[in-house]
């Protein structure tokens, strides 16, 4: 009798074993498929950025910066940023004359721009750029696929949403999380702001150009910028010294007729002295 009593538990243990086995296996299933769908719908629409990036020279700078903005333009993409600026490399300034001077300089031009293309057309651009450069030094795509992060984000703002749902329904007065439900409100904006940057940056790629050109050799005349050369002659500028002494010494001789009292007094000093130093010899 206990034998049998054994028997039937282990019998029962093994139906409810099996059991849960079938359970586990049908939850991994559905959660499998879950997955791969949403696998699926990250593999239909992939997120790939496209970003390039592009260095070379150009006979002209200026008319290359114009050709580029029109192409770019024509291709319904935009220019983000742009500049142009010159380097001088050497500078050198040769007198012409005693008011001007011939400025003589060596110096580059550079080009710096930042696209944004639509992506289907990011290859086409690239492949037209080269009849415009003299001489390419290097050109680099480069493709960043954003799919699992998206598709992760997107998860992610699902399960907020359910989670504000449920923190909602049973919040109380007492304890009405509001802090918790703001929390994961901003962290859920966050996840779609990725998103939405994300799309964006999809469907548009950046490339940034960078060119130059030759150094350039510029002259011109400059008005002279060294104060000596515009002092008169040494002729005029000995007659003037003469005309400055003359007129200094002038001077001393008004300002000693301004002390005659002193030199009155001291004459006097000097008479009395001398008088009474006779009368004691």
Known sequence: MKKIFIAM???????????????????????????????MDSIDEAKIIKTADMRFRVKDVQKTKEELSKSIREKGGTVAEFKI????????????????????????????????????????????????????????????????????NKLKVENRVEAVETINKFATKKEPNVGTSLYIKDDYVDKKIENLSIDSQVKYSTITLNFYQNNTVQSFVVA??????????????????????????????????NLWVLFLLAGAGFYIYRTYKVKRA
């Open 9 to 39: 538990a282990v019998a029962s243990s093994l139906v409810f074993a099996c059991q849960n086995a079938e359970k586990y296996d049908s939850s991994n299933a559905s959660t499998e498929a879950i997955l791969d769908s949403n696998s």
């Open 85 to 152: 600026e010159s380097n001088v490399y050497e500078s050198q300034k040769v007198k012409l004359s005693s008011d001007s001077l011939k400025e003589i300089n060596s110096y580059r031009t550079e080009g710096y721009l930042v696209a944004k293309i639509p992506a289907e057309k990011l290859d086409e651009f690239t492949n037209s750029i080269p009849k415009l450069a003299v001489f390419v030094n290097s050109a680099s795509m480069k493709l960043d696929d954003q799919s699992l992060y998206y598709l992760s």
């Open 224 to 257: 002279n910028d060294n104060l000596y050369n515009y002092k008169p002659s040494f002729g005029n500028r000995l007659l003037l010294s003469l005309e400055n002494g003359w007129f200094i010494f002038k001077e001393i001789i008004l300002a000693l007729s």
